[in-house]
C-alpha cells in the first residue's frame, strides 16, 4: 500500500490554511472520502495550537462560514472575543492517530527537540548556542532537533546544531506537503521524550504520540509578533504543570488531551455530516 | 322586591349594557376547575356560582343532580344563561344580595367582576367576607384570586381585552400578593393556579411533592395559546428552582370550609390531543391517577388512552432540558453519548408509543449511575396504526431538531444548518445511519402528529405537512410569545448575514479566478501568436522539410 497522502493537485477550499499539514487530506480519509482530493470544508479548520480563539493574527475568516477548532475553551475564548459558529471537533491530529495506530516497534530512544519556530513572516531572535548548552545539559540521550523548515532551509543555522552532535530533520514545509503531520508521527514515536523551548503544538502531539514531555530554554522572541499572540509569558501562567525539564506525565497527558480536544473526536460519519461533506459514494 | 324577567331574578345593580361572557376576559372554568368543581357537587347539593364561569363548568354542576343559582352582574349574560341552562339566574352586585344560604359557593372567577358601579367602592377582603357569609354552616366556599405578582403578568400576558384598562374598573379586585390571602383566609385548604388564574392546568397544594417537570409540562400543555412577551416556560421554571412556585402563581384557589382535606395535592390537565376532551389528572404521594373520563381520546391514527396514565408518576430530569444544555454547552460528546443511549431506548419501545418519546416527553430517571434510566412522562398516547422504531426514532429527532431551530437555541453545530440537515445530523450524532429510509416516514409522522395536537383535518393540515417537508421551522412552531418573535427575527437576520457573506466571498473568489482566467487567456494567446510567427518562418519550414522523412517513418511505426 502506498502512502495515504501522495497526490498533487490543489484541493477546492473556503480557506487556504484548511490544507496546512495536510489537516484536509487526514480528515477526508478519515471520513472514508479521497484523502489526495478532499472535498471543500464549509468552514475553517484551526490548524496549530493556540491561546486564543483558535487562529492567528490577520487571517481574515470567511464570516458566514463555521470555524472548526480543537477544544472547548478555544471556542470560549471565540465567543468572549466576539465570533461565532464555533464547532468543537478536536485537532486533527486525533484523527490521524485513529487512522495510524501505533505498531510493535524498537524501543523508544532519546529526545525530539523543536526549537520554537518563527513563521514564514517572522523570523526568530534567539540564541541558537545557549539553548545547545541547555539542551546538553538536560537531555541524557540521543537529541533529534526538529526545525521549521524556515531555520532548516538556512545552513548557518542548521550547521550550528548539527556541529553540536545532534541529529536535525525538518517534518517539511506545512503548505502543499500533505506528508508533513505522518513524517512527525513517525518521529515522534521513535523517540522517547519531547521537548520544546515554547509550550506548542508539537509538545501536544508528543506528549498524545506517548512521549514525555518538557519544556525549557531560552524561550526566544519572535520578531514584530502581535503582543496578542505572543504567549512567551502567558503560556508558562496558563499551563506552569508542563513547564520544566521534567513533567508528571498523567497531568501532561490530561492537559494534552483536553487541549486536542480528545474527547470530541467525532465518528467518519458524523464528523463527515460536520465538516458539509457529501456521502463517500457521491465523490468517487 | 325583587323583579324578574326572562326568567332572571334582578337583585340590583346589574349591568344592562355590559357583558362579560362574550368579551373581556375569557370565564374562568377549563377541564382542572371542572374536575375540582365537580367534587364537591351531588344530587340535592345547593350551590351558588358567583360570577362568569364558562357553560361547561355549570353543566357538570347540574349534570351531577345540583341545585344551582348562578349569579352575574351583567344583564344580557344573565338571560343568555337563563335561556341555555337549567340553573335559576339572579343579575346583580355581589354586595345586594340578601339571605340565601348555600352548601356550596363556587367563585373561582374571582371577585372582581361581582360588583357593580351601584356598588361603593370596597377592599378585597370586604368583598371575601360577603362571599363567605352566603355559606349554610359547613359549606365551602370555592374561590378564585389573581395574583398581581404572577408569573402569567410578569410575562406579559397580553390582556385579552385591550381596552378594559380605558373601561370601568373597581378597586380591590384581587388580594395585594400570598400574604394577604393568608391573612384574610387563615387556615384554608390553598393551591396555586398555573399558568393563568382563571384556567389553570395546574392546582397544587403546597403540600405536595409533585415534581416540578411535571409541574411544567402540564403548564406548557395549556401556554401555546397565550398572548404573551415572553415565553412563561423559562421563568416558571426558574420559580421551582427558586422556590418561589407559590409566591409568583398565576393566582390561587382557596377552599373555605369542609372538603379541603379531601382534595388530592395536584390536579393536572394532560393534553386533549385535538379533540376537546381534556384529560385530568391527579397526583398524590407519588401516584397519579386519572379522573372523570376515561375513554380513549381519538383523532385520526393519534389516540390517548387515560387509563395508561394511572401508577406511579415518573421522575427525573426532563431529556429535553439535558439535551438543550448540552448544546448551549457545545458538548458534544455529552451530546452522543446521551442522545445514543437515548435512541437505543426508543428503538426498544414499540413504534407507535416510541412516536412519542420525544425529548420534551421523556425524564431521564438516574443520570449519576451512568446508566441512563429513561422514562415517558406522559405514556398514554400512542397511533393506531403500525410504526417500525426506526419511523418512531425518526420522528422524535425530527421534532427535536425542530424544536431547536425553532428556538433558535445555541447550538454547537457549524451555522445555517436547516431542519433536515439537523436532523440527518441528530441521526448520525445518536449513532444511526444518517441517509435512512425511515426519514421520509419521520417527516410525514411529525407533521401528522402535530396537525392531531392542533385538531386539523386532513385538509386543513394541507400546509402544515407541505412546510414540514420542506424542512421549514417558521409556520411549523407556533411562536408562543413576543420574545421568540424577536429570537425568529434574531435568527433569520443573522442567516441573512450569513447567506450574504457568503455570497460577498462566492463573488470575491469568483473576480479573482475571472481576472486569473483572462490572463491566462492573454498568454496563451500570446503564445498562439508565437507559434503562428515561428511556424510561417523560413527557418521553421526548412526543418520540416529535413525531418519530414522521419516523422513519415514514426507515424508508420504507430500504425
Same mark, same amino acid.
Given at each position: 500500500?502506498?502512502?495515504?497522502?501522495?497526490?498533487?493537485?490543489?484541493?477546492?477550499?473556503?480557506?487556504?490554511?484548511?490544507?496546512?499539514?495536510?489537516?484536509?487530506?487526514?480528515?477526508?480519509?478519515?471520513?472514508?472520502?479521497?484523502?489526495?482530493?478532499?472535498?471543500?470544508?464549509? @468552514?475553517?479548520?484551526?490548524? @496549530?495550537?493556540?491561546?486564543?480563539?483558535? /487562529?492567528?493574527?490577520?487571517?481574515? =475568516?470567511?464570516? @458566514? /462560514?463555521?470555524?472548526?477548532?480543537?477544544?472547548?475553551?478555544?471556542?470560549?475564548?471565540?465567543?468572549?472575543?466576539?465570533?461565532?459558529?464555533?464547532?468543537?471537533?478536536?485537532?486533527?491530529?486525533?484523527?490521524?492517530?485513529?487512522?495510524?495506530?501505533? *505498531?510493535? !516497534?524498537? !524501543?523508544?530512544?532519546?529526545?525530539?527537540?523543536?526549537?520554537?519556530?518563527?513563521?514564514?513572516?517572522?523570523?526568530?531572535?534567539?540564541?541558537?548556542?545557549?539553548?545547545?548548552?541547555?539542551?546538553?545539559?538536560?537531555?541524557?540521550?540521543?537529541?533529534?532537533?526538529? =526545525?521549521?523548515?524556515? *531555520?532548516?532551509?538556512?545552513?548557518?543555522?542548521?550547521?550550528?546544531? *548539527?556541529? #553540536? @552532535?545532534?541529529?536535525?530533520?525538518?517534518?517539511?514545509?506545512?503548505?502543499?506537503?500533505?506528508?508533513?503531520?505522518?513524517?512527525?508521527? !513517525?518521529?515522534?514515536?521513535?523517540?522517547?521524550?519531547?521537548?520544546?523551548?515554547?509550550?506548542?503544538?508539537?509538545?501536544?502531539?508528543?506528549?498524545?504520540?506517548?512521549?514525555?514531555?518538557?519544556?525549557?530554554?531560552?524561550?526566544?522572541?519572535?520578531?514584530?509578533?502581535?503582543?496578542? /499572540?505572543?504567549?512567551?509569558?502567558?503560556?508558562?501562567? =496558563?499551563?506552569?504543570?508542563?513547564?520544566?525539564?521534567?513533567? *508528571?506525565?498523567?497531568?501532561?497527558?490530561?492537559?494534552?488531551?483536553?487541549?486536542?480536544?480528545?474527547? /470530541?473526536?467525532?465518528?467518519?460519519?458524523?464528523?463527515? =455530516?460536520?465538516?458539509?461533506?457529501?456521502?463517500? #459514494?457521491?465523490?468517487? | 322586591?325583587?323583579?324578574?324577567?326572562?326568567?332572571?331574578?334582578?337583585?340590583?345593580?346589574?349591568?344592562?349594557?355590559?357583558?362579560?361572557?362574550?368579551?373581556?376576559?375569557?370565564?374562568?372554568?377549563?377541564?382542572?376547575?371542572?374536575?375540582?368543581?365537580?367534587?364537591?357537587?351531588?344530587?340535592?347539593?345547593? +350551590?351558588?356560582?358567583?360570577?362568569?364561569?364558562?357553560?361547561?363548568?355549570?353543566?357538570?354542576?347540574?349534570?351531577?343532580?345540583?341545585?344551582?343559582?348562578?349569579? +352575574?352582574?351583567?344583564?344580557?349574560?344573565?338571560?343568555?344563561?337563563?335561556?341555555?341552562?337549567?340553573?335559576?339566574?339572579?343579575?346583580?352586585?355581589?354586595?345586594?344580595?340578601?339571605?340565601?344560604?348555600?352548601?356550596? +359557593?363556587? $367563585?373561582?372567577?374571582?371577585?372582581?367582576?361581582?360588583?357593580?358601579?351601584?356598588?361603593?367602592?370596597?377592599?378585597?377582603?370586604?368583598?371575601?367576607?360577603?362571599?363567605?357569609?352566603?355559606?349554610?354552616?359547613?359549606?365551602?366556599?370555592?374561590?378564585?384570586?389573581?395574583?398581581?405578582?404572577?408569573?402569567?403578568?410578569?410575562?406579559?400576558?397580553?390582556?385579552?381585552?385591550?381596552?378594559?384598562?380605558?373601561?370601568?374598573?373597581?378597586?380591590?379586585?384581587?388580594? &395585594?400578593?400570598?400574604?394577604?390571602?393568608?391573612?384574610?383566609?387563615?387556615?384554608?385548604?390553598?393551591?396555586?393556579?398555573?399558568?393563568?388564574?382563571?384556567?389553570?392546568?395546574?392546582?397544587?397544594?403546597?403540600? &405536595?411533592?409533585?415534581?416540578?417537570?411535571?409541574?411544567?409540562?402540564?403548564?406548557?400543555?395549556?401556554?401555546?395559546?397565550?398572548?404573551?412577551?415572553?415565553?412563561?416556560?423559562?421563568?416558571?421554571?426558574?420559580?421551582?428552582?427558586?422556590?418561589?412556585?407559590?409566591?409568583?402563581?398565576?393566582?390561587?384557589?382557596?377552599?373555605?370550609?369542609?372538603?379541603?382535606?379531601?382534595?388530592?395535592?395536584?390536579?393536572?390537565?394532560?393534553?386533549?390531543?385535538?379533540?376537546?376532551?381534556?384529560?385530568?389528572?391527579?397526583?398524590?404521594?407519588?401516584?397519579?391517577?386519572?379522573?372523570?373520563?376515561?375513554?380513549?381520546?381519538?383523532?385520526?391514527?393519534?389516540?390517548?388512552?387515560?387509563?395508561?396514565?394511572?401508577?406511579?408518576?415518573?421522575?427525573?430530569?426532563?431529556?429535553?432540558?439535558?439535551?438543550?444544555?448540552?448544546?448551549?454547552?457545545?458538548?458534544?460528546?455529552?451530546?452522543?453519548?446521551?442522545?445514543?443511549?437515548?435512541?437505543?431506548?426508543?428503538?426498544?419501545?414499540?413504534?407507535?408509543?416510541?412516536?412519542?418519546?420525544?425529548?420534551?416527553?421523556?425524564?431521564?430517571?438516574?443520570?449519576?449511575?451512568?446508566?441512563?434510566?429513561?422514562?415517558?412522562?406522559?405514556?398514554?398516547?400512542?397511533?393506531?396504526?403500525?410504526?417500525?422504531?426506526?419511523?418512531?426514532? $425518526?420522528? +422524535?429527532?425530527?421534532?427535536?431538531?425542530?424544536?431547536?431551530?425553532?428556538?433558535?437555541?445555541?447550538?454547537?453545530?457549524?451555522?445555517?444548518?436547516?431542519?433536515?440537515?439537523?436532523?440527518?445530523?441528530?441521526?448520525?450524532?445518536?449513532?444511526?445511519?444518517?441517509?435512512?429510509?425511515?426519514?421520509?416516514?419521520?417527516?410525514?409522522?411529525?407533521?401528522?402528529?402535530?396537525?392531531?395536537?392542533?385538531?386539523?383535518?386532513? $385538509?386543513?393540515?394541507?400546509?402544515?405537512?407541505?412546510?414540514?417537508?420542506?424542512?421549514?421551522?417558521?409556520?411549523?412552531?407556533?411562536?408562543?410569545?413576543?420574545?421568540?418573535?424577536?429570537?425568529?427575527?434574531?435568527?433569520?437576520?443573522?442567516?441573512?448575514?450569513?447567506?450574504?457573506?457568503?455570497?460577498?466571498?462566492?463573488?470575491?473568489?469568483?473576480?479573482?479566478?475571472?481576472?486569473?482566467?483572462?490572463?491566462?487567456?492573454? $498568454?496563451?494567446?500570446?503564445?498562439?501568436?508565437?507559434?503562428?510567427?515561428?511556424?510561417?518562418?523560413?527557418?521553421?519550414?526548412?526543418?520540416?522539410?529535413?525531418?519530414?522523412?522521419?516523422?513519415?517513418?514514426?507515424?508508420?511505426?504507430?500504425?
Amino acid at each position: 500500500m502506498g502512502r495515504p497522502w501522495r497526490g498533487g493537485g490543489r484541493p477546492t477550499c473556503v480557506d487556504p490554511t484548511n490544507h496546512f499539514y495536510g489537516h484536509s487530506r487526514i480528515l477526508s480519509r478519515y471520513c472514508g472520502l479521497p484523502p489526495d482530493d478532499p472535498p471543500r470544508i464549509g @468552514g475553517v479548520l484551526q490548524h @496549530g495550537w493556540t491561546f486564543v480563539h483558535g /487562529y492567528g493574527i490577520g487571517h481574515k =475568516l470567511t464570516s @458566514g /462560514y463555521g470555524k472548526y477548532v480543537w477544544s472547548d475553551v478555544v471556542r470560549r475564548r471565540g465567543i468572549a472575543h466576539g465570533w461565532r459558529d464555533y464547532t468543537v471537533i478536536g485537532a486533527p491530529w486525533n484523527y490521524l492517530l485513529e487512522l495510524e495506530p501505533e *505498531e510493535p !516497534a524498537p !524501543a523508544r530512544e532519546g529526545t525530539i527537540f523543536y526549537p520554537f519556530h518563527g513563521w514564514d513572516r517572522n523570523e526568530l531572535l534567539g540564541a541558537h548556542d545557549r539553548l545547545i548548552a541547555e539542551i546538553r545539559a538536560t537531555e541524557p540521550g540521543p537529541v533529534t532537533m526538529c =526545525l521549521y523548515w524556515l *531555520e532548516y532551509d538556512q545552513p548557518h543555522i542548521r550547521t550550528v546544531y *548539527e556541529k #553540536a @552532535g545532534f541529529r536535525v530533520i525538518s517534518h517539511g514545509r506545512r503548505d502543499g506537503d500533505p506528508g508533513f503531520l505522518y513524517r512527525q508521527l !513517525a518521529e515522534l514515536r521513535r523517540h522517547r521524550r519531547v521537548a520544546s523551548n515554547r509550550l506548542t503544538s508539537a509538545v501536544f502531539y508528543g506528549i498524545a504520540a506517548g512521549c514525555a514531555p518538557a519544556v525549557y530554554g531560552d524561550p526566544m522572541l519572535m520578531a514584530g509578533v502581535n503582543p496578542l /499572540y505572543e504567549g512567551r509569558d502567558l503560556v508558562p501562567r =496558563l499551563y506552569p504543570e508542563l513547564h520544566g525539564p521534567s513533567v *508528571e506525565l498523567a497531568v501532561a497527558r490530561e492537559i494534552a488531551a483536553a487541549e486536542l480536544g480528545r474527547s /470530541y473526536l467525532a465518528p467518519p460519519e458524523e464528523l463527515r =455530516l460536520l465538516l458539509r461533506w457529501p456521502v463517500p #459514494a457521491e465523490v468517487s | 322586591m325583587n323583579d324578574a324577567t326572562n326568567g332572571v331574578r334582578l337583585i340590583g345593580g346589574e349591568m344592562n349594557r355590559w357583558a362579560d361572557l362574550a368579551a373581556g376576559r375569557p370565564a374562568a372554568g377549563g377541564p382542572v376547575l371542572r374536575d375540582l368543581v365537580r367534587r364537591f357537587a351531588g344530587p340535592g347539593v345547593r +350551590v351558588l356560582v358567583a360570577g362568569p364561569h364558562e357553560p361547561e363548568l355549570l353543566g357538570g354542576l347540574l349534570d351531577s343532580g345540583a341545585g344551582v343559582t348562578v349569579m +352575574v352582574r351583567s344583564l344580557p349574560d344573565a338571560e343568555e344563561l337563563a335561556g341555555s341552562t337549567g340553573a335559576e339566574v339572579v343579575c346583580g352586585a355581589l354586595d345586594r344580595v340578601r339571605g340565601g344560604r348555600f352548601d356550596l +359557593v363556587v $367563585a373561582l372567577d374571582g371577585v372582581g367582576r361581582l360588583r357593580s358601579p351601584e356598588s361603593a367602592p370596597e377592599t378585597w377582603a370586604r368583598s371575601v367576607e360577603r362571599l363567605v357569609e352566603l355559606r349554610e354552616d359547613g359549606g365551602t366556599l370555592l374561590l378564585g384570586a389573581e395574583n398581581p405578582l404572577g408569573l402569567h403578568r410578569l410575562a406579559g400576558i397580553a390582556d385579552a381585552d385591550p381596552t378594559t384598562i380605558r373601561k370601568w374598573r373597581p378597586e380591590g379586585v384581587r388580594p &395585594s400578593g400570598l400574604g394577604e390571602l393568608v391573612d384574610v383566609l387563615p387556615g384554608c385548604g390553598l393551591f396555586l393556579a398555573h399558568p393563568l388564574p382563571g384556567r389553570p392546568a395546574v392546582l397544587c397544594s403546597p403540600a &405536595s411533592d409533585l415534581p416540578f417537570e411535571a409541574m411544567e409540562a402540564a403548564a406548557r400543555t395549556s401556554a401555546a395559546s397565550l398572548q404573551t412577551s415572553a415565553d412563561p416556560a423559562e421563568l416558571l421554571h426558574d420559580a421551582l428552582r427558586a422556590g418561589l412556585a407559590m409566591e409568583l402563581a398565576a393566582g390561587w384557589v382557596v377552599v373555605v370550609g369542609p372538603g379541603a382535606e379531601t382534595l388530592p395535592p395536584a390536579l393536572l390537565a394532560a393534553d386533549p390531543v385535538g379533540t376537546g376532551r381534556p384529560v385530568v389528572v391527579e397526583v398524590d404521594g407519588g401516584i397519579r391517577t386519572p379522573c372523570g373520563d376515561l375513554d380513549p381520546r381519538v383523532h385520526g391514527r393519534v389516540a390517548r388512552l387515560p387509563e395508561r396514565l394511572a401508577g406511579l408518576l415518573p421522575a427525573g430530569r426532563s431529556l429535553q432540558r439535558v439535551l438543550e444544555r448540552a448544546c448551549a454547552d457545545h458538548d458534544l460528546p455529552g451530546l452522543r453519548r446521551t442522545l445514543r443511549a437515548y435512541a437505543d431506548w426508543v428503538l426498544g419501545l414499540p413504534g407507535q408509543v416510541g412516536v412519542f418519546a420525544t425529548p420534551d416527553n421523556v425524564l431521564i430517571g438516574d443520570v449519576l449511575t451512568g446508566e441512563a434510566g429513561f422514562v415517558l412522562a406522559d405514556p398514554s398516547r400512542e397511533l393506531t396504526a403500525e410504526v417500525a422504531p426506526e419511523e418512531a426514532l $425518526a420522528r +422524535v429527532l425530527r421534532h427535536f431538531a425542530i424544536g431547536l431551530l425553532a428556538a433558535d437555541r445555541p447550538l454547537p453545530w457549524p451555522p445555517g444548518m436547516g431542519a433536515h440537515e439537523l436532523t440527518r445530523l441528530l441521526q448520525v450524532t445518536a449513532g444511526r445511519p444518517a441517509d435512512h429510509p425511515a426519514e421520509r416516514t419521520g417527516l410525514a409522522l411529525e407533521a401528522e402528529i402535530l396537525a392531531a395536537g392542533r385538531g386539523l383535518s386532513r $385538509a386543513e393540515a394541507a400546509p402544515l405537512t407541505a412546510a414540514v417537508a420542506r424542512g421549514e421551522v417558521m409556520g411549523v412552531e407556533r411562536l408562543p410569545s413576543h420574545r421568540e418573535l424577536l429570537a425568529l427575527h434574531g435568527a433569520v437576520t443573522e442567516e441573512l448575514r450569513m447567506v450574504r457573506s457568503r455570497a460577498r466571498w462566492a463573488e470575491r473568489t469568483l473576480a479573482a479566478s475571472e481576472k486569473k482566467a483572462a490572463r491566462l487567456e492573454k $498568454a496563451v494567446a500570446q503564445r498562439d501568436r508565437q507559434i503562428r510567427h515561428l511556424k510561417g518562418s523560413r527557418s521553421f519550414r526548412a526543418g520540416r522539410l529535413v525531418t519530414s522523412p522521419g516523422r513519415v517513418l514514426i507515424r508508420l511505426a504507430r500504425a
